[in-house]
């Protein structure tokens, strides 16, 4: 961690306080620094709480969960699915872009950086924040699970009319942390090339986000980029 004090937006940091003055965070600290000392970290420090910085908890409208950071070098910036301008899309990202083309018409962009999604309310949301290079899910189950659930359960308990977008099991057993009746929940397959034609590909919930949006006096998502 290139900065041991988490640099985060001020509304979130509120919110967050309790976790970060936790016991488990303490822990979770101590293990990137030692991880930074043996191995390369994805994505470097200043970048860890990205999707915060650029999503500022007053303007969450739509939360995207992924599971681990991209393990490849210059890949992971911080933001779920998304990939600095410049990088190789990858295939998941594809799918993505493709289900958004046939969902809204919106053309195939030639880059997979999501910032402006982010900036416009999509906190794009991994469950694990920190991996090392070429070793993808090496940083599970050492505390960023315990942190971005609660990050979620924050957002459910504290805000309303929020849409989550579960691709996949693993983004669906976070179901539960979401209060159905004050949100919308929508799920499908994941959209890696696995899996993508078992129910992401139709899935239309790019227009069903801005639907439900609109129908609760917020405005939609431009998901061009």
């Excluded at 990088?87 to 053309?107: A, M, Q, R, T, Y």
Aim: aromatic residues 12%; glycine residues 8%.
């Amino acid at each position: 961690m290139d900065t041991i004090k988490p640099v985060i937006e001020e509304g979130w940091k509120k919110v967050l306080r309790g976790e970060f003055q936790s016991p488990y965070f303490s822990d979770l600290k101590k293990f990137l620094v030692e991880e930074k000392q043996k191995y390369q970290i994805y994505p470097p420090g200043p970048l860890i709480f990205n999707a915060f910085q650029h999503t500022p908890f007053q303007r969450v409208k739509v939360v995207i969960l992924g599971q681990d950071p991209y393990h490849g070098k210059s890949q992971a910036h911080g933001l779920c699915f998304s990939v600095p301008q410049g990088i190789k899309v990858p295939p998941s990202l594809v799918n993505i872009f493709k289900e958004l083309h046939s969902d809204l018409g919106i053309p195939v962009p030639n880059h997979g950086n999501l910032e402006k999604w982010a900036n416009q309310g999509v906190l794009l949301l991994n469950a694990t924040l920190t991996v090392r290079d070429s070793q993808a899910a090496s940083h599970q189950k050492k505390g960023w699970e315990t942190f971005t659930n609660s990050v979620i359960a924050h957002v459910s308990e504290q805000k309303k009319g929020v849409v989550f977008l579960l691709w996949g099991r693993y983004a669906q057993a976070k179901e539960t942390l979401v209060q159905q009746e004050r949100h919308l929940i929508l799920k499908s397959a994941h959209p890696s090339p696995l899996s993508a034609y078992n129910g992401f590909f139709g899935c239309k919930h790019f227009s069903k986000t801005n639907e439900y949006l609109e129908q609760h006096g917020k405005s939609g998502i431009d998901w061009t980029l």
